[in-house]
Every structure is written in C-alpha cells, then in structure tokens.
C-alpha cells in the first residue's frame, strides 16, 4: 500500500493522484468523461486545450521509463505547460541530495506539478506531504504497488469496447505478483463492479493470499482465459526479483504462458486483448495476437495522453483556486 495521503483538497476536489485506492466512483468517471472528450479522430490534429498555460510540469523519473513518460510530456504539453524532464542519471538523487531537497528547489524555481515514477514504495505520498499547498503530485508509477493514471486507461478502455464492467470477465495473465498495472487495475474495476477479475499465471508470480479481493486465481492459461472477454497479458518484471535465480526460464514461461492465437480461441469471440507495454514479443505474447484484431494495445496508449490530459486539467482547478484564494 502507498502511504496514506490526502488527495482531495477541501473542496473534495482532486489535488494529488497517488493511489486510485483513495478515490470515489465519481472521481474516475469525472476523469474518464474528460479524457473521453480529450480524443480526436484519427488523423486529426492531437487535442489542445490551454488550461496549463503558465504552470510548470516537471516530470521526475527516477526509473526507466519511455512510454509513460513521453504520455505525461505530451499531455502537459498539449494543455500548454512548461515542462521540465529531469534526466534520471544526471538527477541530483545521484549525487545524493535526497529527493526532497530536489523537490524543494524544483519548487522554489515555481513547479506546480510533480510528475513522479520511482522504484520504492511511498515515495509520491512522501513528496505530495511536503510540497507547498497549491503543489500537486502525480503518481506515475510506484514499485510494485501503484500506478493510477495506467488503471485509469485500462478501465476507460475496457469500458469503451465493453460498456458496463458488471457483464465484464477480465482475466490478467502473467507476473501478477510485481505488477503496479495489474494493482491499480484491481482497483479501477472493484470500483465499477467487474463481473469476474481472473488471475492467471505461475503460483511463484500470483499474488500473496488476501491481496485482490474477490479475484479468482489460476495457474493454467487455458482455465484462465476460457469465455474471457478481455485478456491483458503482462510482462515479467524482472527487475523486481529479489533473487535473479527466481525469475522465470522464458522459453518454459513462453510454452505455458504466451498469449498465441490458438490460445486466444478460448476466450470469447469478441475478446480484446490489452498489454500496458513494453512488451516482450515471443515471450508473453506474440506478434500476430499484439497486432491482431482483437489487440486494443494502440488505444491503450492513445486513451493513456486522454487521461493524462484530463488528469493535469482537473488538478488545475486546485492550483488555480489556491493560487487565487
Ligand atoms: N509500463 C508498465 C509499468 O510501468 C508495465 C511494465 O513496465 O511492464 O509498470
């Protein structure tokens, strides 16, 4: 779990985003209802909003990351914000000044938004305690433990190719155990009702007992996938294994585990097939199922700019009512 923080202002409304645990049904509908209004047609120029304009982003990755990353670039860009990347091997946590002393001079140089990605647990609760009272933090990713904006797209895609997740069947296949994506997607479905959230991996990578309540827990692909109506492979993470001997034979994960089309044939007809990235073709999943007709992987990425968009444009609110009185 993440440190418990306060992610409402006093008005109730959203200030920092740090674990979708926190939030009411209301507030993920209010976001996704944006983040829906956030898309174009395809081949029309990307969504533009100026509501940032005048504020700072900086984003603060202090673990890899492309994709997530370039999303929350474009997306504060894209409200037209300032943004600051801070290059993670020149970071001043390198040169070891302590995260805070870092936050508290970004601060002072007037960041209004604190993007963060880090590979211990706590670290964006820690800063959202400490930052100045108009600052906001946004969770991009937290050990194993959270990854909100992620959840947010995978329930607002789900939702629009399945509509009430009630009727829904998700099954999660893979290193359920260290995955973030898979953690905030618990959540954003709890939340809306999901008819059957299915576990499905190696007994070493499912999740201790009591952690995803209500979900169901195989180790067979083919049990876990059968009548399924959204199948989200996920990536062995390996940089999250205490001891590199544990990680999985990928050949011996591949044979058991991999997403292939045969295998695909078990789940319903109409079934999507969504991976947060990056992926690992040939291991979790393979080509023709990632770029099949059924994978949703693209919009998952396009919907991940839509949220992020409506995300930074809620939070403005806060900023801007602060900064006003
Ligand atoms: N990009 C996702 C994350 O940040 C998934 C992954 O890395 O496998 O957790």
Do not use: W
């Amino acid at each position: 779990m993440s440190d418990e923080v306060e992610q409402l202002n006093s008005r109730g409304e959203l200030r920092h985003l740090i674990t979708l645990g926190g939030l009411e049904r209301a507030h993920l509908e209010e976001i996704i209802e944006l983040a829906t209004r956030y898309l174009t047609p395809v081949g029309a120029s990307a969504p533009r909003d100026d509501i940032l304009a005048g504020r700072t982003v900086a984003n603060l990755f202090f673990e890899p990351s492309t994709r997530t990353r370039a999303s929350f670039e474009l997306a504060a860009k894209r409200l037209r914000a300032d943004v600051l990347n801070l290059d993670v091997n020149m970071s001043s946590r390198a040169k070891g000044e302590s995260i805070m002393d870092t936050i508290f001079t970004l601060q002072a140089m007037q960041v209004d938004i604190f993007v963060v990605r880090d590979a211990s647990t706590g670290v964006p609760a820690r800063i959202a305690r400490q930052v100045a009272p108009h600052v906001c933090v946004l969770n991009a990713g937290e050990s194993d433990v959270s990854h909100p904006t992620q959840g947010l797209l995978d329930l607002m895609t789900i939702q629009r190719h399945k509509g009430d997740v009630r009727e829904v069947c998700v099954a999660i296949v893979g290193d359920i155990k260290h995955s973030r994506v898979a953690r905030s997607a618990h959540q954003a479905l709890a939340k809306f009702g999901v008819g059957e959230l299915r576990l499905v991996g190696p007994a070493e990578l499912l999740p201790e007992d009591g952690e995803f309540d209500g979900a169901k827990r195989s180790t067979e692909l083919a049990e876990g996938i059968r009548g399924a109506d959204v199948v989200m492979a996920l990536r062995v993470q390996r940089e999250r294994f205490a001891e590199l001997g544990d990680i999985p034979d990928p050949q011996e994960y591949s044979r058991r585990y991999g997403l292939t089309e045969e295998r695909l044939g078990l789940a319903k007809r109409d079934a999507i097939v969504m991976h947060p990235g990056p992926m690992n073709r040939g291991i979790e999943i393979v080509g023709a199922v990632a770029d099949g007709p059924r994978s949703v992987i693209q919009e998952q990425v396009t919907h991940g700019v839509a949220i992020r968009m409506a995300v930074l444009a809620l939070i403005h609110r806060h900023i801007d009512q602060e900064a006003h009185g």
